[in-house]
């Protein structure tokens, strides 16, 4: 699995050097291997740029992590024609360039010979199936170099891609078992100058980490991840990594009031035999000793999101915990206490690839 996080270059470095450090102390605590930065930033001067550069190379050193640098456009064609700004570029000892656009194979060519990287990474975003084959066999032909793809991200709302044009773009690469990268944006620190998220896909523009990773996981299916944003949160990585490592997801619940605290407050596991209408919960039951005696009460309509208990009309169900999917009649024997963040809902989707949910009150 490949995870990553994004640095980007600064006029004031120096403010930053110290932010820039812990930050890549805290991805390495949660084993992030490799840290992405760029070198094309129309906002900055190029020189300012890779001044910055340098100094992130530094730290990325230090905690053994590989620095992948993305390039293009006005600014490759520039350094490439200063040696002085090459070779300045060299002490950086780049492991992967992601070659964003406005580039030929004699720029490769040279980028490969003067900075002897690892590998380089695509643009999984722009390119048709015909021009994917043609720069798959180019880079083939390049010795000892890695190929990966990487997707762009969207600052601008609206503009992210959407699945099924990312899933084509995937299949492109896939059939040559290269891996794709994506962006996971930040809600809290999101990016200027537009600070409305880096997403790959725009669906997860105000997501948070843990439903982008699970969808990531299981509908895009890739094993390599970007923070896009910079600075994340240690509650953000935390969330990353519960998720890959399979630990119980938080859900926030609202409840009507306090009676039922010990048989929602808990961690579930859903049946894996649940339908498209209401999530069982496996441990409810096990927690509410089996068929307790739980009163008639809040017998109205189940709409979608609500939390419910079977009471005691339903002999030895009384107990159970049950999430509802899609909205359904009231039913004297089932109980309505309350209902799951709406936000939350849709990580309870991925409940039959093994994860379980920890409620708490929101």
């Known amino acids: 699995m490949n995870k990553c996080i994004s640095i980007f270059p600064e006029t004031n470095i120096d403010d930053f050097k110290l932010k820039w450090q812990q930050y890549i102390e805290l991805a390495s605590k949660y084993n992030f291997t490799e840290v992405f930065t760029t070198i094309h930033l129309p906002e900055l001067l190029l020189e300012k740029q890779i001044e910055s550069l340098l100094v992130i190379s530094k730290l990325t050193k230090q905690y053994q992590m590989d620095l992948i640098v993305d390039v293009g456009g006005l600014y490759l064609k520039k350094f490439l024609d200063s040696q002085e700004l090459f070779e300045q570029i060299k002490e950086a000892k780049i492991d992967f360039v992601r070659l964003d656009y406005g580039y030929n194979q004699s720029d490769v060519i040279k980028l490969n010979k003067e900075l002897n990287p690892k590998g380089f990474m695509i643009n999984a975003s722009m390119y048709s199936e015909k ?3 043609e720069k798959v066999e180019f880079f083939r032909s390049l010795d000892n170099v890695e190929i990966r793809a990487c997707h762009n991200f969207y600052p601008r709302e609206e503009s992210g891609l959407n699945k099924k044009f990312a899933l084509k773009q995937d299949a ?27 997403p790959t896909i725009e669906k997860h523009r105000y997501n948070d980490v843990i439903l982008t990773t699970l969808e990531l996981l299981y509908i895009y299916k890739t094993d390599s991840f970007m923070f896009s944003d910079q600075f994340y949160d240690e509650e953000s990585f935390k969330q990353f990594n519960d998720v890959i490592n399979h630990k119980p997801l938080e859900i926030k619940v609202d409840l009507l009031n ?32 089996y068929a307790s005696v739980v ?40 109980n309505v206490v309350g209902k799951v963040d709406k936000k939350d809902l849709e990580k309870l989707l991925y409940y039959n690839y093994g994860y379980t949910y920890k409620f708490v009150k929101k």
Request: hydrophobic share 30%; glycine share 4%.
């Open 172 to 198: 492109m690469f896939k059939k040559y078992n290269i891996p794709v990268y994506y962006f996971i944006p930040s809600l809290k620190k999101s990016r200027g100058p537009v600070f409305k998220g880096l």
């Open 258 to 289: 306090d009676k039922y605290d010990d048989i929602v407050l808990q961690t579930h596991e859903f049946r894996y035999d649940s339908n498209k209408e209401f999530l069982r919960s496996r441990s409810s039951r096990q927690m509410s000793q």
């Open 131 to 133: 021009e994917v084959d």
């Open 295 to 334: 009163a008639v009460d809040n017998n109205v309509k189940r709409l979608k999101g609500s939390i419910t208990i079977d009471n005691k009309l339903y002999g030895r169900y009384s107990g159970e915990l049950q999430v509802v999917l899609k909205d359904n009649k009231k039913d004297k024997r089932v």
